[in-house]
């Protein structure tokens, strides 16, 4: 497949992303995942960043895949919203938190990430609040059911998972692609009790995959 990207000058996380991905080096397991959806699937990227996935999803060639990405990050919400435009809009972005209940608002921490001496201390600390969305609302209001479904959200996974419980248990859901830190590793028999099962799990230093299939 080819696609277009932004590619921001002042952060070179991106382009070291998208070097890796042209290689096949960027999580190739993940990248393999995608490939597999069948023609008419439904994906949801929670967490989806500058919209590397997403991008990948929709840009299947002989497929139709209907793809939305959900991220709360102003930075890469940025992005992901120009990438969509930059790709004939073959995916939607929802800016919001993906959470528990609809309607709270959620604080974000974050830092800079431009490296701008001149400008400001490097790594400057800010914080946003941000409407949390239940996923089982959106779907509900949207009439979208997804069949597969990616969760990276940097230890947010319980709250994203209680927000999403009528998603889980439905028969339309078939997969899920998670990254959870260790600590938290717990909560994958939280998912398992929906009738998921392991389908592989990859440990890392910091964190570990699982990909869960029902």
């Known amino acids: 497949m080819r696609a277009r990207f932004f590619l921001p000058s002042y952060n070179h996380h991106v382009g070291k992303d998208l070097a890796a991905l ?3 080096n960027r999580e190739p397991r993940l990248y393999s995942w995608i490939d597999s959806f069948a023609d008419g699937s439904v994906f949801f990227d929670v967490g989806t960043n500058y919209g ?3 991008v990948w999803a929709s840009g299947q060639r002989h497929k139709t895949i209907r793809v939305i990405g959900f991220d709360c990050s102003l930075l890469s919400g940025h992005f992901c919203a120009l990438n969509s435009a930059l790709n004939d ?3 939607e972005f929802v800016f919001a938190a993906i959470g528990a209940k609809s309607g709270e608002m ?6 800079s990430d431009t490296h701008i001496p001149d400008l400001h201390k490097k790594n400057a600390p800010y914080s946003y609040q941000v409407p949390m969305l239940a996923l089982d609302d959106y779907i509900a209001e949207h009439d979208v059911h ?5 969760i990276d959200v940097d230890g947010a996974e319980n709250d994203v998972i209680d927000g ?3 998603a889980l248990a439905s028969d339309t859901l078939r997969e899920i692609f998670i990254e959870i830190d ?10 398992l009790a929906f009738g998921f099962t392991i389908s ?3 440990d890392k230093r910091h964190n570990s995959e699982y990909l869960l299939v029902k």
Do not use: C, M, Y
Request: glycine share 6%.
């Open 146 to 150: 997804p069949s597969h479904l990616k």
């Open 52 to 54: 590397q996935e997403v």
């Open 200 to 202: 592989w799990q990859e």
């Open 182 to 191: 260790h600590i938290n590793k717990g909560l994958i028999d939280k998912i």
């Open 164 to 166: 999403a419980k009528k």
């Open 89 to 91: 809009s073959k995916f």
């Open 22 to 24: 042209r290689k096949g």
């Open 106 to 111: 959620a604080t974000i921490t974050s830092a």
